[in-house]
């Protein structure tokens, strides 16, 4: 006899009330043509020598195959205690054309060497000028060995090729292996929403790696879920940087968050920061105050507007038709897309915490999941499923 595989659960399935209206995954990848990958990296018992608990993200904008085909992008950071690679192209530019890494704080250089290396043998005409990859991390030193090197430029070349439409996997996959959002455990997530603009609908979908807040702080749709809880929370409780021979113990809501948004809307570079400006107000609605300790920087692009903000070395003078073009909404009407990030980031941060489960890491480090038997207690147990 054969069963049919159950979806993974999802904070809508535990009764998580929501605005806006979702795409068909509720994932980044409702976005046509937006591909995501992971290399998730999972070795060793608590008490072995080597001990890994990591692993890589990439979002591709345009899939493989469009890789290099430039998109409207803008940047913005809420607290700097962080790394984002290629910021400083982007905001010369406003253009993003590689796949985006996102991984552990001691591997950007190994997933920006990875990310070349893809490009340079796929799309070889790319490295023929030059290369400023974008890489994002977030911190998993409590559950992974950090220094230990696990990451390699192999896993970017493999989360890329491995890279998909359709539902993405949540949790403890990637680059969020590893890590812990508000003193449960945390990871990667998703979600999206659609937007009508006229005769047309366009989607704009959100990604996090969550590495942040507090216990005290996590709220979801309002209701107080992190000091209520009743699970243990041993990422906060314990002297762990004291024993592992630090000065101080970590201060709470440390870790940092990458927020990633996508959407096929025509915008302008401009636009697209203001986008990524308002993840921070998503976040906000899970309670985060943005911790000094935490690196929150997001990223926002338009896969709209193929052929349009090129910036490549010139081969020839100008011809009869010399000038780009791009249409885009009026900034008059763009409110409706900043509703839509700031929902579907407080969504995405619910689904990490519900799609995580229970990791024991590094030195018997251990973090647990939020447990479901809360959420659906502190929501009635309605359920609504995400995907159609």
Known sequence: MTTTPQPPTRARDLGVPFDGTPGRWNAITDVPGVEVGYATIIEGAPGDEVVARTGVTAILPRGREGAGVPCAAGVHSLNGNGELTGRSWIEESGSLTLPIGITNSHAVGAVHTGIDRWANEVHPELSAEWMLPVVGETWDGYLNQINAGHVRPEHAILAIESAAGG??????????????????????????????????????????????????????????????????????????????????????????????????????????????????????????????????????????????????????????????????????????????????????????????????????????????????????????????
Not at 276 to 288: D, E, F, Q, Y
């Open 167 to 388: 539902p993405v996997a949540e949790g403890n996959v990637g680059g969020g292996t590893g890590m812990n959002c508000y003193g449960f455990k945390g990871g990667s997530g998703t979600a999206s929403r659609v937007v009508r603009f006229g005769a047309e609908t366009h989607t704009v979908g959100v990604f996090l790696q969550a590495n942040f807040g507090t216990r005290d702080e996590l709220r979801l749709a309002g209701v107080p879920l992190g000091r209520e809880s009743a699970a243990p929370n041993p990422y906060e409780d314990i002297e762990w940087f004291v024993r592992d021979g630090r000065r101080a113990r970590v201060r709470a809501g440390s870790g940092s968050v990458i927020g990633i948004v996508i959407t096929d809307a025509p915008l302008l570079p401009g636009q697209c920061e203001a986008l990524a400006r308002r993840v921070p107000l998503g976040l906000a609605r899970t309670g985060t105050s943005g911790s000094h300790f935490s690196g929150d920087i997001f990223l926002a692009c338009s896969t709209a507007n193929a052929g349009a903000f090129t910036s490549s070395i010139p081969t020839a003078e100008p011809g009869e038709d010399p000038y780009e073009t791009a249409r885009f909404v009026p900034w008059g009407r763009i409110d409706p897309y900043f509703e839509a990030v700031v929902q579907a980031t407080e969504e995405a941060v619910a689904n990490v915490l519900v799609a995580a489960r229970d990791m024991v890491g590094r030195d018997g480090h251990a973090n647990v999941a939020l447990p479901h038997d809360e959420v659906r207690a502190a929501f009635g147990g309605r359920a609504e499923h995400t995907a159609a």
